[in-house]
């Protein structure tokens, strides 16, 4: 499989030699689609949680009289059937919302992700990525002047400056090798990724 290599003025400077493995394998929807939700229920904190009839802050006093009224008895205000009152099974902080996902489908799921990308014409590899100074100008620049005005960038060793410099752009994301998600390499338009990096990846899921 053969990448295009481009340079600082995103033109096509030559063609690059890459792993099919990693970049030459077939579309695989359901298995990309089960491995982007596992990657996103196991980023959730399950935080939420909600009060049963014993936790919220009600009166125990009968609301009214038992007969006379017309009106179906009630003893508390704290009941599952008034507004306001608890859940019958609230969810609980400590829910676990993991997900268990064997390495070889992530790695399966991530390599056909990569090679749908090169498919589309998405993903271009450049020597080196750098910049003069730690400054949201100049890296702007740089990255305009390759014809990218969204893009993911994946790097091997995480430039200060670059990584300083590409904070304050919203539709920029530096990234290494490492911390590389499915979700990143699926929800930006561009992907953008230096030759070290390149080697890692086929390295890791090669």
């Known amino acids: 499989m053969e990448l295009k290599l481009i340079n600082e003025q995103g033109q096509e400077a030559s063609r690059l030699e890459a792993s099919d493995v990693l970049f030459g394998r077939e579309y695989n929807e359901s298995l990309i689609h089960q491995v982007v939700v596992a990657y996103q229920a196991n980023a959730r904190s399950g ?22 009224t017309g009106r179906a008895r009630a003893g508390m205000s704290s009941s599952p059937l ?9 969810n609980s902080p400590d829910e676990n919302f993991s997900q268990k996902l064997n390495k070889k489908m992530y790695r399966a799921g991530m390599a056909s992700i990569l090679s749908q990308l090169v498919r589309e014409d998405r993903l271009a590899v450049v020597d080196s990525l750098s910049v003069e100074a730690p400054k949201t100008k100049l890296f702007a620049q740089k990255i305009k002047g390759m014809g990218y005005d969204s893009v993911l960038v994946i790097t091997d060793n995480l430039d200060e400056n670059v990584f300083l410099a ?3 752009l919203p539709n920029v ?9 499915p979700v990143s390499l699926i929800r930006f338009p561009k992907v953008l990724m230096t030759k070290s990096a390149l080697a890692k990846f086929e390295e890791i899921l090669g």
Do not use: C, M, Y
């Open 173 to 181: 994301l530096v990234v290494d090798v490492n911390e590389a998600d």
């Open 47 to 68: 935080n939420r949680a909600q009060k049963d009839r014993e936790q919220v802050h009600h009166t125990t006093a009968k609301p009214f009289r038992q007969k006379g």
């Open 82 to 90: 008034w507004r306001g009152g608890g859940r019958i099974f609230p």
């Open 166 to 168: 590409s904070r304050n």
